[in-house]
């Protein structure tokens, strides 16, 4: 089945800039949706549709997907902005089809 | 107010049935294709299976296909998520989803509301 790759950690420091990868096969022939979860959360979407934020999403947040990459990108990074990150397709390569979600990343904030 | 409310985790041996609930309320819950989605403790996001708002059409993950049944009340607002012959690797706090779009799931499909979550312990 489809696999989306996270690296498990990034580290970065307040006022810098975090990117998150999301490898897949062919992944920019996918629609990328990236979702943010704090500890004792549920998640919440941050990015869907590669690049579009939903209302009340910073523009911080911004995304892009090409070739077997998908990469979320935070600008400005704020303490806030430390949780974990998963980036989402749907996999019609499968009948009938199926959620996949990448492994997450832990952004850490310095 | 637009929100899903999980319940019916609890601790139960290897082996054994629990039924979770979510209700639904502020949104028309039969245009939806509602989702489980898991996570086991310390561990990621797991997509568990999908049922299509008018329609018996399910999705399911392999992990659990054969073993858990998804359904729903449209009548109650509620989904359903039927677990049994639970296993060890099956304890998971259980996310009830929706997705932003009706219909039938597609490419631009993504959850725009969740629940809380049901927390699901299997042991001996």
């Known amino acids: 089945s489809y696999v989306l790759a996270q690296p498990p950690s990034v580290s970065v420091a307040p006022g810098q800039t975090a990117r998150i990868t999301c490898g897949g096969d062919?992944?920019?022939?996918?629609?990328v949706h990236w979702y943010l979860q704090k500890p004792g959360q549920a998640p919440v979407v941050v990015v869907h549709?590669?690049?579009d934020r939903p209302s009340g999403i910073p523009d911080r947040f911004s995304g892009s997907n090409s070739g077997n990459t998908a990469t979320l990108t935070i600008s400005r990074v704020e303490a806030g902005d430390e949780a974990d990150y998963y980036c989402?397709?749907?996999?019609?390569?499968?009948?009938?089809?199926?959620?996949?979600f990448g492994g997450g990343t832990k952004v850490t904030v310095l | 107010e637009v929100q899903l409310l999980e319940s019916g985790g609890g601790f139960v041996q290897p082996g054994g049935s629990l039924r979770l609930s979510c209700v639904a309320s502020?949104?028309?819950?039969?245009?939806?294709?509602m989702t489980w989605v898991r996570q086991a403790p310390g561990k990621g996001l797991q997509w568990v299976s999908t049922?299509?708002?008018?329609?018996?059409?399910?999705y399911s993950a392999e992990s659990v296909k054969g073993r858990f049944t998804i359904s729903r009340d449209n009548s109650k607002n509620t989904l359903y998520l039927q677990m049994n012959s639970l296993r060890v690797e099956d304890t998971a706090v259980y996310f009830c989803?929706?997705?932003?779009?009706?219909?039938?799931?597609?490419?631009?499909?993504?959850?725009?509301?969740w629940g809380r979550g049901t927390l699901v312990s299997v042991s001996s």
């Open positions: 062919n992944i920019e022939n996918k629609r």
């Open positions: 049922l299509r708002g008018r329609t018996p059409t399910t």
């Open positions: 502020g949104f028309s819950f039969s245009d939806y294709a």
């Open positions: 989803a929706k997705p932003y779009y009706g219909g039938k799931p597609s490419a631009n499909w993504y959850f725009d509301l």
């Open positions: 549709g590669d690049s």
């Open positions: 989402q397709v749907w996999d019609s390569s499968t009948d009938p089809g199926q959620v996949i």
